[in-house]
Nanobody
């Protein structure tokens, strides 16, 4: 069973940048697709990004496309989410997830494991 620990959440000004990290216990990380979700109080959970195992194909939610970049380092068992041009609506708890794949024929793949989340606050 893979375990995930997020870090890097912080208070940042609108337009600023932040990099989130997801450390995993996976013996071979490329077995997994890794996703990022976020959830703000009173809001539905939103899929932010996902990176597949092999090949490492990336996907982004429409609200973050062009501003966020997901990457992975399988040797370090780490996944990163670089967030640029942050907006106030980006304020949320961000979670990384382990999945069999980013997508299935019926939509987003079922999440197999969740991290505990890291708080990102975008405010002046």
């Amino acid at each position: 069973q893979v375990q995930l620990v997020e870090s890097g959440g912080d208070l940042v000004q609108p337009g600023g940048s932040l990099r989130l990290s997801c450390a995993t216990t996976a013996f071979t990380l490329d077995y997994y697709a890794i996703g990022w979700f976020r959830q703000a109080p009173g809001k539905e959970r939103e899929g932010v990004s996902c990176i597949s195992g092999s090949p490492a194909t990336t996907y982004y939610g429409e609200s973050v496309k062009g501003r966020f970049t997901i990457s992975r380092n399988n040797a370090k068992k780490m996944v990163y989410l670089q967030m640029n041009d942050l907006k106030p609506e980006g304020t949320a708890v961000y979670y990384c997830t382990a999945q069999a794949a980013c997508f299935t024929g019926s939509g987003t793949a079922t999440v197999a494991a969740w991290g505990q989340g890291t708080q990102v606050t975008v405010s002046s």
